[in-house]
């Protein structure tokens, strides 16, 4: 009984690929050293980090605070209850996000 699959030999088999040399696993000296900006952003997540949990619930109450006043302002012309429900709304979920999914390589 012939078989569908044909599989490949042994001996036809790929080679396995070669392990980079030394020299191309070692960093470069711009990742060793970022600089400020890598420095600075390094300290802003461990901050932001540490401190999330109570910061969190503050943006939360005032983002419910926010929506509570756009509600009662919403025929009121001249107030921008909206754009400034939004724009805390907007910062709430851009600090969620950097804090969820930010993390820089050295930590």
Excluded at 41 to 58: E, N
Excluded at 86 to 96: K, N, Q, R, S
Aim: proline letters at 7%; aromatic letters at 14%.
């Amino acid at each position: 009984m012939a078989t569908i699959i044909k599989f490949p030999n042994r001996s036809q088999a790929e080679p396995k690929q070669r392990l980079p040399a030394e020299s191309e696993l070692t960093p470069t000296k711009d990742l060793q050293h970022p600089g400020i900006a890598g420095w600075a952003l390094k300290v802003l997540c461990v901050v932001a980090v540490l401190l999330w949990p109570w910061v969190r619930w503050f943006v939360i109450l005032d983002v419910l605070f926010q929506f509570c006043r756009m509600i009662y302002h919403w025929n009121t012309p001249g107030t921008f209850a909206d754009l400034t429900f939004l724009l805390h709304f907007g910062v709430l979920t851009a600090i969620t996000y950097f804090v969820s999914t930010l993390k820089p390589k050295d930590l």
